[in-house]
C-alpha cells in the first residue's frame, strides 16, 4: 500500500496503551494520518512511501504537548524578573500589555513563540492572550495544532473595553474555528480573581453550548489561595464546584495550591492540570503536588507559561524538573519516574485537552503529530537496550530541546534538519527587536514619572489641592477646649481615627512622594473600620501668610486595594519613612466659614505635645487671604504665639 512518508529506523517511542517501544521500528503515514507502527521490516513489507525518512540513531515519539502558555508574551521575555507575581502582573505585564497589545503585536509574538516551540518539539499547544483570533490564524498557518483560548476578565483587557465585550468577542472567535482541522477555540475566563461569578457561569454555558474547553489560572499563588478563601469561605475548586461552574470541558493552570479534596473534585470531573515548573519555581509560586494530583486520579500536563515568567519554551526542560522535582521535595528518588515525565508531555497532556482520541500517541489511525530526537551527540553517548526505561531516562535526564531533529504536524514537515520551514525566522527576529526597543522606551519614561507609574497601576483619581492651612504645637488642650467652646466655633461632626502613614521617599526631590495611609476609624461602640489609600503628593508650592501658608500641589489618590509590600516592592523608594499618630478630627464653621481642625497625637516618632492643624480648601487668591485672616483670629482665641507654629509636614519631623 502506498503511504506519503516512512520514518525509518531508529527507537519508536510509541505512548500507546501498553506503552510499545519499537527498536529498529516504524511509522507510516499516509494523508496526515498514522497507519501503520512496527518493526521497520514489518511496516516496509505493507507499505511503500513517497518520503522514506531515516531516523537510525534517533527517537521517533510523538510531539510534545505544552498545555499551557501565552504565545505573544515572547515579546516580554527578560523585560522585568525576580520580581513578586502581584508586582509583576499588576506591575509591568497588565499596564505593558494595556499599551502595546494589539493584533500585530499579537502575531509578531506568536511567530517566534511558534518558532521556538517547533524548534523545541512542540506539536500542540494550549494558549490563552488576547486578540485570539490573530493568534489562532498564525498558529494554523505555521502548521501547528493548538487550543487557542480568547482571555476574558473583569477589568478592561488590550482588546475589550469590558467584560461582555470580549464574552462577544470569544463567542464570534469559537464559531469561526469550530469546526478547524488543527485549531480548538475555547473559550478564557483568566482566573476567579480577575473574574466576576457572572462572567464564570457565562463561559461555562458557553462551553458547554459550543462544546469546547475553558482554560483558566486556579490556585497559582498561596496568597491568590488565602484572599479567595476569605471572599468566598471556601477553597477556590469547592466553590466552583458548588456554584455549578465545574461542567464541561476544563483545563486549570497551576494547581500549586490545591486541596486534596480539590483535587478529588477535579478527578471526579475529569478536568486536568497544567503543571508550569519553571514558571511556579521562577514567580516562587511553589511546588504543585504533581504526585498527589496524579494519585487521586487527576490528568496532568506539561506547560511552560508565558514567556514572560520562563523565560523560553521547552518543553524539555519542563520534563526534567517534572521528573526532578517530586524527587527533591519527597526525598523519594522512585518519585515521578522519566517514562511518567514523558507521558505528562504526550499521551497525558492531549488528555488534559480532550485530545488525547486524536494525538498524543503514535498509533494508527491518530494524526501523524511526530517527532524525531537525534540521539547521537556527546551527551546522549553511550546508549543502553537493559529496558525500555534507558530510552525515557535519556529523553528526561539527558536530551536537550536542540536535539529535536524533525517536526512533523498531521504529516506536514514544520522543520526538517532543524532549518524551520514555514516561519521566516529572521525576519520575525528582527520585528521582535523593534517591538521591544519600543517597550524599553515606553517603561523606561514611566519609571522616571510617579505619576505615570501610579496611573499605570490603575484606579487613580486626580486632585488639585489648593488649601491654607496652619500647624500649632500645643502643650496640652486647653486652648483646643477653647476655640472648640467659643461662640463663634460651630462644631459639625467629629471623628477619632488612628492613621498609619507610610511614606516612600526618593532622593530626587521632584519626584515627590507616595503615602501609603492605613485609616482607621475608630466607631462608637470602640470598633475600627480600617480603610486603606494611596496617595501621591507632587512638590508643593507655598506662599506664606502673616500666621499660615497657602500650599498647591498636585494629588493622585487612589483606594489602596494592594498590600504595602506591593506598593514597597513596585515603587522601590530610596527611602522609607513612618509616622503613626490618632488623629481627632472637627468639621467646625468659624463666622459660617468651613474648616477642618485635626487634633494629632504622634506616637510615631513620639512626641508629648498635641499637634493642631486648621485647614480649609480655597480656590483664590482672595478667598485665600480671607481664610488666613480668619485662621489669626482662632490662633487668637487660643492664644497662640508665632513661636508655637510649625512649618513642617510630619514627613520631615
Ligand atoms: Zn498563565
Not at 526538517?416 to 520585528?431: C, F, G, K, N, W
Not at 523593534?434 to 487613580?460: C, H, P, Q, T, Y
Amino acid at each position: 500500500m502506498d503511504a506519503d512518508i516512512l520514518f525509518a529506523g531508529g527507537v519508536v517511542v510509541t505512548m500507546d496503551a501498553r506503552r510499545q517501544i519499537v527498536r529498529d521500528g516504524a511509522v507510516a503515514v499516509r494523508d496526515g494520518r498514522i497507519v501503520a507502527v512496527g518493526k521497520l521490516e514489518d511496516v516496509r513489507a505493507h507499505w511503500s512511501a513517497r518520503e522514506v525518512r531515516d531516523c537510525g540513531g534517533c527517537v521517533v515519539m510523538p510531539g510534545l504537548v505544552n498545555t499551557h502558555t501565552h504565545l505573544p508574551m515572547s515579546l516580554l521575555r527578560g523585560l522585568v524578573d525576580d520580581l513578586r507575581l502581584d508586582v509583576w502582573l499588576y506591575g509591568y505585564m497588565l499596564p505593558v500589555e494595556r499599551e502595546f497589545t494589539d493584533e500585530r503585536f499579537c502575531r509578531v509574538g506568536t511567530l517566534l513563540s511558534c518558532a521556538e516551540l517547533i524548534r523545541s518539539g512542540v506539536t500542540c499547544l494550549a494558549d490563552m492572550y488576547y486578540y485570539e483570533d490573530t493568534v489562532a490564524e498564525t498558529v494554523a498557518q505555521v502548521g501547528l495544532r493548538g487550543v487557542c483560548a480568547e482571555t476574558i476578565m473583569k477589568i478592561p483587557t488590550p482588546d475589550a473595553e469590558s467584560y461582555d465585550e470580549s464574552l462577544d468577542y470569544a463567542q464570534r472567535f469559537v464559531e469561526k474555528w469550530q469546526h478547524h482541522p488543527l485549531i480548538t477555540p475555547a473559550f478564557g475566563p483568566h482566573s476567579i480573581y480577575l473574574c466576576t461569578p457572572e462572567i464564570l457561569h457565562a463561559t461555562s454555558m458557553l462551553g458547554l453550548k459550543y462544546d469546547v474547553p475553558q482554560l483558566i489560572h486556579i490556585a497559582e499563588t498561596d496568597l491568590e489561595v488565602r484572599e479567595l478563601v476569605e471572599k468566598l469561605g471556601e477553597p477556590p475548586v469547592v466553590w466552583m464546584q458548588k456554584q455549578g461552574l465545574l461542567v464541561g470541558k476544563m483545563l486549570v493552570a497551576h494547581g500549586v495550591h490545591l486541596t486534596d479534596a480539590e483535587m478529588r473534585l477535579l478527578a471526579e470531573r475529569h478536568i486536568g492540570v497544567a503543571h508550569n515548573p519553571t514558571s511556579n519555581l521562577k514567580l516562587a509560586s511553589g511546588i504543585a503536588r504533581v504526585m498527589a494530583l496524579r494519585g487521586s486520579g487527576v490528568n496532568v500536563g506539561l506547560g511552560t507559561d508565558g514567556c514572560a515568567s520562563n523565560n523560553d519554551l521547552d518543553m524539555f526542560e519542563e520534563m526534567r524538573l517534572a521528573a526532578l522535582l517530586p524527587k527533591g521535595v519527597s526525598g523519594d528518588p522512585t518519585a515521578l519516574p522519566a517514562r511518567v515525565a514523558v507521558e505528562m508531555a504526550t499521551l497525558e497532556g492531549a488528555r488534559t485537552l480532550y485530545l488525547d482520541g486524536e494525538i498524543g500517541s503514535l498509533e494508527p489511525g491518530k494524526w501523524a503529530d511526530i517527532i524525531v530526537v537525534n540521539l547521537d551527540t556527546v551527551h546522549e553517548t553511550p546508549k543502553f537496550a537493559l529496558s525500555d526505561n534507558n530510552v525515557y531516562s535519556q529523553l528526561v535526564y539527558a536530551a536537550k530541546s536542540a536535539d529535536v531533529r524533525d517536526v512533523a504536524v498531521a504529516g506536514r514537515f514544520l522543520m526538517r534538519d532543524r532549518e524551520l520551514l514555514t516561519i521566516d525566522v529572521p525576519a520575525v527576529q528582527s520585528d521582535a527587536e523593534a517591538m521591544a526597543s519600543r517597550i524599553d522606551r515606553f517603561l523606561a519614561a514611566r519609571e522616571e514619572n510617579l505619576v505615570d507609574k501610579i496611573v499605570g497601576i490603575g484606579g487613580v483619581e486626580q486632585q488639585e489641592t489648593f488649601e491654607v492651612q496652619v500647624k500649632v504645637r500645643l502643650p496640652d488642650e486647653r486652648a483646643l477646649r477653647h476655640l472648640l467652646g467659643h461662640k463663634d466655633v460651630n462644631v459639625i461632626r467629629e471623628s477619632v481615627r488612628r492613621q498609619y502613614d507610610t511614606y516612600f521617599l526618593f532622593d530626587d526631590p521632584d519626584k515627590g512622594h507616595v503615602r501609603y495611609r492605613e485609616d482607621n476609624v475608630i466607631q462608637p461602640d470602640g470598633s475600627l473600620v480600617p480603610r486603606y489609600g494611596l496617595t501621591l503628593r507632587g512638590p508643593t508650592v507655598e506662599r506664606v501668610y502673616e500666621n499660615s501658608v497657602i500650599l498647591s500641589r498636585s494629588r493622585f489618590s487612589a483606594v489602596a486595594d494592594r498590600s504595602l509590600r506591593f506598593y514597597r516592592e513596585y515603587f522601590q523608594p530610596d527611602r522609607i519613612k513612618e509616622v503613626n499618630k490618632e488623629r481627632r478630627r472637627w468639621r467646625v464653621q468659624y463666622k459660617g466659614v468651613d474648616f477642618e481642625v485635626n487634633a494629632d497625637r504622634l506616637f510615631r516618632p513620639a512626641y508629648d505635645d498635641l499637634f493642631l492643624e486648621i485647614k480649609s480648601r480655597t480656590w483664590s487668591a482672595k478667598d485665600a487671604l480671607a481664610k488666613a485672616g480668619l485662621i489669626g483670629e482662632m490662633l487668637e482665641i487660643m492664644g497662640v504665639s508665632s513661636e508655637q507654629i510649625v512649618r513642617k509636614e510630619y514627613v520631615d519631623f
